[in-house]
């Protein structure tokens, strides 16, 4: 029979949050950071074209 993973104390939540906000908060800027320099790289010229 498949064992259980024993609960994780309070202290070991508030690093498992802390560590996944970071990711987070890391994985967004990363997104972030490609979305501006592909904007960037095609130029300006880019948002003024006729709709």
Do not use: N
């Not at 939540?13 to 095609?42: E, P």
């Amino acid at each position: 029979m498949a064992q259980l993973p024993k609960p994780l104390s309070p202290e070991e939540q508030k690093r498992r949050r802390k560590r996944s906000v970071a990711l987070a908060l890391t994985l967004g800027a990363l997104v972030l950071f490609f979305y501006v320099v592909t904007i960037a790289k095609m130029g300006v010229a880019v948002l003024q074209r006729p709709l």
